[in-house]
């Protein structure tokens, strides 16, 4: 357990409304993680953090932007949610296991856009 | 274009036999290849690394082999269990520790 929790869990909102995505975490990692999970897509890059304030862009960021004012949260938000967006949100933290570095995951946000 | 593959999208197996799923990439500057394990309606969890100086990494029943001339890694999950059911990606470490994810292979085991 790597101390993520993510909110909302379950979202249904309408196409064109701002949605703003909330991961905190309790263990002061300096690399954070937004990704979304699609079908036959698998899972995917959209913003990244490597410090407070300091963000930049994964393979999908259009249509996304974060914010990281403190160290234990993430925000994810879409000005302008459209149908494309409907997914599963994954938040990561990065942290040592072992020899390497790896990413460990929060619950999921499942958003529906109607 | 996907740097990391996983070409099947599912795979059975009988309950006590070995599973074997298998990942192609094709960046060779990656340090680390990494093998998650998703159930539904969970976030994924990290099952076992190896780094690219080796090729072969074992943790319990899960082994990881690497391949770099051919990049291409398998997972064997030896003997497989009905709770080793799940979804498996493959994936590759960047700089910044981004994780490049495969699209997954779907496991199911049958007791």
């Known amino acids: 357990d790597a101390g993520i929790t993510q909110s909302p869990r379950h979202k249904v909102t309408e196409t064109g409304t701002p949605v703003t995505l909330r991961c905190h975490q309790t263990e002061n990692h300096r690399y954070m993680y937004w990704y979304r999970q699609d079908p036959g897509h698998g899972l995917r890059l959209i913003h990244y953090?490597?410090?407070?304030?300091?963000?930049d862009k994964g393979e999908v960021s259009d249509g996304y932007s974060v914010s990281r004012s403190k160290t234990e949260d993430f925000l994810l938000t879409l000005e302008s949610a459209t149908s494309s967006q409907t997914s599963v949100y994954f938040c990561?933290?990065?942290?040592?296991?072992?020899?390497?570095?790896?990413?460990?995951f929060g619950p999921g946000t499942r958003l529906t856009v109607l | 274009d996907q740097q990391v593959k996983q070409n099947s999208p599912s795979l059975s197996v009988q309950e006590g036999r070995i599973s074997i799923l298998n990942c192609d990439y094709t960046n060779s500057m990656f340090d680390y290849f990494l093998w998650y394990k998703k159930y539904p309606a969970e976030g994924p969890t990290f099952l076992i690394s190896i780094s690219s100086i080796k090729d072969k990494n074992e943790d319990g029943r899960f082994t990881v082999f690497l391949n770099k001339s051919a990049k291409h890694l398998s997972l064997h999950i030896v003997p497989s269990q009905p709770g080793d059911s799940a979804v498996y990606f493959c994936a590759a470490l960047g700089g910044y520790q981004k994780v490049t994810f495969g699209t997954g292979t779907k496991l199911q085991v049958i007791p």
């Open positions: 953090s490597y410090g407070v304030k300091d963000t």
């Open positions: 990561a933290i990065s942290r040592t296991s072992g020899d390497t570095d790896t990413q460990y």
